[in-house]
């Protein structure tokens, strides 16, 4: 889960840097890998084709990579409008 989390914020961070998967010569953009990961865990965690794995913990792990990045954009955002007067207390 947390190696998913980690991968969904490099996708929404740097979301067109080409990344090459072994075997395929083809640059992926990492917003589409990203994407392909996550429709495949969903996949496999509701048909339940692959036993023994906990699909649903990886996709938990991606919607935490999604809160964290959303959380720590908003708190840039809001340092970036801060006058600078809180420094002085």
Do not use: C, S
Not at 1 to 9: N, Q, S
Not at 40 to 54: I, K, S, Y
Not at 74 to 83: F, G, T
């Amino acid at each position: 889960g947390a190696v998913y989390g980690i991968l969904l914020g490099f996708g929404m961070m740097f979301p067109n840097v080409p990344l090459f998967i072994m075997f395929i010569p083809i640059p992926i953009k990492a917003k589409w890998l990203v994407l392909g990961y996550g429709a495949m865990e969903l996949f496999l965690g509701v048909t339940g084709t692959a036993d023994g794995v906990a699909h649903f913990a990886h996709l938990g792990g991606m919607l935490f990579g999604f809160i964290m990045i959303k959380l720590w954009e908003k708190r840039a955002k809001a340092r970036q409008k801060d006058d600078g007067w809180q420094d002085f207390y």
